[in-house]
């Protein structure tokens, strides 16, 4: 985080909810080629899981390489709730937990960022209980949580839906088989979460193999967790008794480093992209070479060129190593400018077409049939004002306004700034014609 007011004052001040009343829009103006190099920082949807498990053991741990976006804000706000201190240092955050954290998590705070979620399992291991707000649907989806609490009630936990509340309650956690439905990143990391510190073996059969999963499993091991199977889809973990504080590097963020490639290739530009494995980006970076763009991999650099129009390509959505559904609107938006026509098919999330609406206020052609869209390029998009309706639609919606003719301006930048740091100062180092303007 930043030494900026915005994250100094959380706590003392509360300037995080006045930030929901700062309305933002971004103007952006089509036609520059990006140029230049970016460096990635730390993933959102790892940080707030690891900061969620630093509950796990009292005394003070340190996160490095931690992005400044707002969801880590939120977090923040949540660990205080929870008893703890939580003091942000350039990018780093210290996290002190108390001997005996407090177990609710309230709506006002999990409504504002879903992932809130992340706090049951270390909660439940450390207080035998929690209450945590039921995070509801949102912009992409119904977003099922029915994986985290089958996985919990097997490992002896009693969990009651009441009143918009998950009471999860238990006199001993023991480890348990779980067979996951489908590999859950959430539900991977509530029971992981609370099989560490659980009596005897739990097996996640079926696990989630993200790279942000790997991450937490590496966090958790410096911890003192026993898990093996780590990268695959079988983790097997004995609980241990307790567990220390740590030290951890977070993952760098892939869906961030893949939209600046994406960007690359849409505004024919030439950028070079520092500190992600290319590997956590194999198959984005393979469907970016299929549109005619050339890509250096040399270890945690990635070189992408283009010159000339992107070729449309195909892309189903789908667990990692498959396509990932975080970079589904910026590959919609690549193939709404693209030479050809293209299917892409989204599996995750029901309702992650919806911006498709906002693209086609800049003339994209793309027609939905449930999971579905066909896209036929034009070979120019025209600028308009859009609603981003969630963070990775925004970023489609931003690249779109990027190559389109004129002035686009971008409503809802909130869902930006939620996992997006520096996004347009990043944007304007590139060369991009892109500003922040109160609305
Ligand atoms: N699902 C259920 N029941 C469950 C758990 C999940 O039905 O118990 C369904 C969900 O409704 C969804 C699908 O399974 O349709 C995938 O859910 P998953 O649990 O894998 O995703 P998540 O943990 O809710 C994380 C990221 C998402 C990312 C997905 C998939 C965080 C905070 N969020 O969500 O990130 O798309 O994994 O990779 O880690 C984003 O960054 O824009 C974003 C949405």
Known sequence: MSDSPQSDSIGSSPFWLAYDCRVSVFKVE??????????????KNSVLKLMAATLLAPGTS????????????????L?????CVVAHAGSSITIEVPERPDHRADYDLVRKMRASICVLGPLIARCGAADVAVPGGDNIGSRGLDMHVEGLRKMGVHVDNEHGYLLAECEALTGASVFLDFPSVGATETILMAA?????????????REPEIIDICSMLVSMGADISGIGSSSLVINGVSDLKPTKHRVVSDRIVAGTWAVAAVMTQGDITIHGVPHEHLALPLEKLELTGARIEREGASIR??????PHCVDVVTLPYPGFPTDMQPQFIALNAMGLGAALVTENLFEARFRFVQELARLGADVRTDGHHALIRGRESLSGA?????????????VLAGLVANGSTTVYGVTHIDRGYAGFVETLQGLGAQIQRVDD
């Not at 089509?30 to 993933?43: D, H």
């Not at 340190?62 to 706000?77: A, F, G, H």
């Not at 660990?79 to 008893?83: D, K």
């Open 30 to 43: 089509g036609g520059s080629s990006l140029q230049g190099e970016v460096f990635v920082p730390g993933a």
């Open 62 to 77: 340190t996160l490095t390489n931690v992005p400044d976006i707002e969801d880590v804000t939120i977090m923040s706000e």
């Open 79 to 83: 660990l205080r709730r929870l008893g």
């Open 196 to 208: 560490v510190t659980a009596r005897g073996q739990s097996v996640i059969e079926n696990a989630a």
């Open 304 to 309: 992408i060129q283009m010159q000339g129009r």
């Open 385 to 397: 004002p859009v609603e981003a309706t969630d963070i990775r639609a925004g970023a489609g919606l």
